[in-house]
């Protein structure tokens, strides 16, 4: 099956600096990248996603580039404030058959 | 629109005690899942459902854990006995078919939040 790999497991930016966070997934089959935030104790959220037909999506301050010949994605996230906070997962999914596979995820301390 | 209700939130039982949970998904979506999410992790597949039918429970604990979807709406998901590792997140969550061959977006419910003693 998928395995996803998360990178790094922790990361702390001052406010106003940029954050990347890094996945990486084996099956080349994989052709849709999500990304979920999770406040504490609150549900995951989707905040940005790329189908691998693109290989860059942008969204205000968040971006995800993806490279399917190495087979990795990140999330850029450019002029963090407090309120970007929170744990960040990555997942992966193949085709249409709705199956998803994340990433361990990412603590995102933006420290004002 | 409502998006993904699960109950209840938190609940605390003794070890060996039965528990169960509730999910209702956003009206619609014909695919649903339940995930475990233990502190500091990624969410991890236990089933996923297709309407009524289970099409992927290959990591649910068959010995312990149980899962219904009946009609293909809401769905329950049971622990009988529940174990000191069985504390967790247990998140719903639902997705529809996607456009051609990708996968529909997957929302997520609040969690119940499962701590046995």
């Known amino acids: 099956g998928e395995n996803v790999e998360q990178h790094p497991s922790t990361l702390s930016v001052q406010e106003g600096d940029s954050a990347v966070i890094k996945c990486t997934y084996s099956d080349s089959a994989s052709n849709y990248f999500p990304w979920y935030k999770q406040e504490l104790g609150k549900r995951p959220q989707l905040i940005i996603d790329?189908?691998?037909?693109?290989g860059e999506k942008k969204d205000q301050r968040i971006a995800v580039t993806l490279n399917k010949t190495a087979k990795h994605f990140s999330l850029h996230i450019t002029e963090t404030q407090p309120e970007d906070s929170a744990v960040y997962f990555c997942?992966?999914?193949?085709?249409?058959?709705?199956?998803?596979?994340f990433g361990s995820g990412t603590k995102l301390n933006v420290k004002p | 629109e409502a998006g993904v209700v699960q109950s209840p939130r938190y609940k605390i039982i003794e070890k060996k005690q039965p528990v169960a949970f509730w999910c209702n998904p956003i009206s619609g979506h014909n695919t649903l899942y339940w995930y475990l999410q233990n502190l500091g992790q990624g969410p991890e597949l236990l089933i996923r459902?297709?309407?009524?039918?289970?099409?992927?429970d290959s990591q649910l604990p068959k010995d312990r854990f149980s899962a219904e979807r009946l009609k293909g709406v809401d769905s329950t998901l049971k622990i009988q006995p529940a174990e000191l590792g069985d504390s967790a997140v247990y998140l719903c969550?639902?997705?529809?078919?996607?456009?051609?061959?990708?996968?529909?977006?997957?929302?997520f419910g609040e969690g119940s939040r499962l701590t046995v003693l």
């Open positions: 459902y297709e309407n009524e039918e289970a099409v992927d």
């Open positions: 969550a639902s997705s529809q078919e996607g456009g051609g061959i990708f996968a529909g977006e997957l929302f």
């Open positions: 997942a992966a999914s193949t085709g249409n058959f709705n199956k998803f596979y």
């Open positions: 790329i189908r691998s037909n693109v």
